[in-house]
């Protein structure tokens, strides 16, 4: 079956940086969408970030771009969220997501997505 296991979260002060991991299996990687969503506590789960299909191509939710760069490794079936500069709002579980939308809006929406995991913390504090 599908699985998605995210790490990497934990505690940091702001403008600290911190990386985090999703490895996934069964399904082939490279054809699947892959996406970063955080949920703070009260508020409903955002897009961060996603590559988007076999090329590879990111998009990133404004309120993070120039601070979160997302990449892949296809040969370990891992995505990655590097995030740096973090800053209190972004204290938030994050979820990482596996779908196949061949429309670049859907893919940055949670419609594009229907495997996920279990997610992991990420607390910026001052």
């Known amino acids: 079956q599908v699985q998605l296991v995210e790490s990497g979260g934990g505690l940091v002060q702001a403008g600290d940086s911190l990386r985090l991991s999703c490895a996934t299996s069964?399904?082939?990687?490279?054809?699947?969408?892959m996406g970063w969503f955080r949920q703070a506590p009260g508020k409903e789960r955002e897009f961060v970030a996603a590559?988007?299909?076999?090329?590879?191509?990111?998009r990133y939710a404004d309120s993070v771009k120039g601070r979160f760069t997302m990449s892949r490794d296809v040969a370990k079936n891992t995505v990655y969220l590097q995030m740096n500069s973090l800053k209190l709002e972004d204290t938030a579980v994050y979820y990482c997501?596996?779908?196949?939308?061949?429309?670049?809006?859907?893919?940055?929406?949670?419609?594009?997505?229907?495997?996920w995991g279990q997610g992991t913390q990420v607390t910026v504090s001052s």
């Open positions: 069964g399904r082939t990687f490279s054809n699947y969408n």
């Open positions: 997501a596996q779908g196949r939308s061949y429309n670049w809006v859907i893919a940055t929406t949670l419609a594009g997505y229907d495997y």
């Open positions: 590559i988007i299909g076999s090329g590879g191509s990111t």
